[in-house]
């Protein structure tokens, strides 16, 4: 098994991690053997068996939520990903104009044509924030507007501006959300924490507990959860360690 990076809490697993040392089938050749580079040179078919083995062959241990950061399309990776893994759900990535707004949009459909759910959307470098007068600046672009992305609600839609402090973060290999001078005074801090707000909400809190007695299996009475009938037939059951019997 790959043991995944931990960083601030953060278990980490990269394609960008893999080399030709790794063991890992498929993983390419050196391009010369005196490189002190050695990326992995993967032909698309294989790419798709080496991000899979990454994943399910990966100790990941006691996770609340395994994101995937896939790369963009709709090719042999996102269809094999979608596929071998049960997802709970999708966050489109695009940034502000016509053209993005296309491509996002395929992705979107490809989603919901496996069954899998567009949780929400992160516009990159929406605006620019001029630090003097703090005025906003489109530079971009037309922003997109949530109706347009399928989305349900304004919420699901988060504006992440152009930021020298995710840059400074990204550089020093300190998360901005963890930088005491970066949030949550950042907008792009804020912009993250929005994210994951809608996230946890749309993740966790869809989930009802039961905290009642289940009825007599003899019984013809309904099972009643806040006073409503509910078919177990159309429901699934999980049970989890820490928050008990969830009804999905």
């Known amino acids: 098994m790959v043991v995944p990076i931990d960083h601030k809490g953060v278990k980490v697993l990269s394609l960008g991690y893999v080399s030709p040392k790794s063991g890992i089938p498929g993983a390419g050749a050196a391009i010369s053997p005196t490189s002190s580079v050695e ?31 896939m790369p963009p399309g709709t ?19 695009t ?19 496996l069954n899998i759910p567009t949780l929400a959307a992160v516009e990159n470098m929406s605006y620019f924030v001029n630090p003097t007068t703090k005025e906003e600046h489109k530079i971009f672009g037309i922003q997109n507007e949530y109706s347009d992305l399928s989305l349900s609600s304004p919420d699901d839609l988060v504006r ?12 020093s290999s300190l998360p901005v959300m963890l930088s005491a001078s970066s949030y949550p005074a950042s907008p792009s801090a804020e912009a993250y924490a929005s ?6 909400k749309k993740l966790f809190e869809r989930d009802t507990m039961i905290d009642a007695p289940l009825n007599d299996a003899s019984s013809s009475d309904p099972l009643l959860i806040d006073g409503k009938p509910v078919d177990l037939d159309s429901v699934s059951l999980k049970f989890d360690k820490e928050r008990g019997l969830i009804l999905r």
């Open 195 to 200: 994210l994951a707000d809608v996230l946890v």
């Open 75 to 93: 090719g042999d990776v996102q269809l094999t990903l979608c596929q071998e893994v049960v997802m709970d759900g999708a966050v489109a990535v």
């Open 95 to 113: 940034t502000p104009g016509s053209l993005s707004k296309v491509d996002v949009l395929k992705g979107i459909e490809m989603f919901q044509s």
């Open 39 to 69: 990326p992995a040179v993967i032909r698309g078919p294989m790419a798709s068996r080496v991000v899979t083995q990454l994943i399910k062959g990966t100790d990941w241990g006691d996770l609340d939520i395994l994101l995937l950061d």
């Open 160 to 171: 992440v501006p152009l930021s020298e402090a995710v840059s400074s973060a990204n550089d």
